[in-house]
C-alpha cells in the first residue's frame, strides 16, 4: 500500500519565520494534493500538482513537487498567525486505473504560528 | 459556487444502532468517495463509488458499512450496528471525473456511546 510520511507533524514557529515541510511518499504518483484543516472542519484544497518540477505559490504558501524523489514541499515565507492549522499532503497513485482517485494522505503537519 | 454538502453535522449514537450518513455530491459529479478522520488522527479512505457501484473499498469498509444513491442526488453511508471505533469524521467528496480534482464536503462528526 501506498506510504505517505509528513514531516513534522508539530510545527510551532514566530510570525515572520520561514519554514518547509516535507512529504514523502513511497510509489509512483504525478499527482500530489496539499489541504488545510482548521480544527473540527473540513479539508480546503490549497495546491494540486500535477507533474514533476510543478511548483505553485499562493500568497505565503509555496508547494513544489520532485516525481523523481518522490517528494512534496509545502513552504511558508514570513508566516503569520492566520496560517495555524494542520496540513495534509495526499497521494493519488499513478496507477489510476486501479484506484479511480482514492488518496492516501499523510498523518497532517500541525502548525502553530505564534506573535 | 457549487458544494459538496453533509447532514447532519453531528450525530450522536448509542453502540449497535444504525446510521445513516448523508452527502449531495456536486450535481454534475460522477465519482464519489467517502473519507473519515479518526480525532487526531490522518484521513482514511473507505470507499469510492462510480456508475451506482462500488468501485474501490478499504479494508475499513467491511459488512458493517454500505453505500447507496438512492435517488440520483444523494449518497449515503450506512453504518449497520455502531462501535465505539467508528467515532470519528466522516467526510463525503466527489469528483467529475476520476482523473479530476475531488471536492470534499465540511463532514459529519459521529459520536458512538
Known amino acids: 500500500e501506498l506510504k505517505v510520511e509528513q514531516n513534522p507533524l508539530f510545527l510551532s514557529m514566530q510570525e515572520g519565520k520561514n519554514y518547509t515541510i516535507y512529504c514523502n511518499y513511497s510509489t509512483t504518483s504525478d499527482r500530489l494534493y496539499w489541504y488545510r484543516q482548521d480544527p473540527g472542519k473540513s479539508l480546503e484544497s490549497l495546491f494540486v500538482l500535477l507533474s514533476n518540477g510543478a511548483v505553485k505559490q499562493e500568497g505565503r504558501l509555496m508547494a513544489s513537487l520532485d516525481t523523481k524523489a518522490r517528494l512534496s514541499t509545502l513552504h511558508i515565507t514570513a508566516a503569520v498567525h492566520d496560517l495555524s492549522a494542520t496540513y495534509f499532503c495526499?497521494?493519488?497513485?499513478?496507477?489510476?486505473?486501479?484506484?479511480?482517485?482514492?488518496?492516501?494522505f499523510g498523518r497532517g503537519t500541525q502548525l502553530t504560528v505564534w506573535p | 459556487e457549487p458544494e459538496v454538502t453533509q447532514t447532519p453535522s453531528h450525530q450522536v449514537t448509542q453502540m449497535g444502532q444504525e446510521v445513516i450518513l448523508r452527502c449531495v455530491p456536486i450535481s454534475n459529479h460522477l465519482y464519489f468517495y467517502w473519507y473519515r478522520q479518526i480525532l487526531g488522527q490522518k484521513v482514511e479512505f473507505l470507499v469510492s463509488?462510480?456508475?451506482?457501484?462500488?468501485?474501490?473499498k478499504s479494508e475499513i469498509f467491511d459488512d458493517q458499512f454500505s453505500v447507496e444513491r438512492p435517488d440520483g442526488s444523494n449518497f449515503t453511508l450506512k453504518i449497520r450496528s455502531t462501535k465505539l471505533e467508528d467515532s470519528a469524521m466522516y467526510f463525503c467528496?466527489?469528483?467529475?471525473?476520476?482523473?479530476?480534482?475531488?471536492?470534499f464536503g465540511q463532514g459529519t462528526r459521529l459520536t458512538v456511546v
Open positions: 495526499a497521494v493519488e497513485p499513478a496507477d489510476r486505473g486501479s484506484t479511480l482517485g482514492r488518496l492516501y
Open positions: 463509488f462510480y456508475n451506482n457501484e462500488i468501485s474501490e
Open positions: 467528496a466527489s469528483s467529475w471525473d476520476r482523473a479530476a480534482e475531488a471536492f
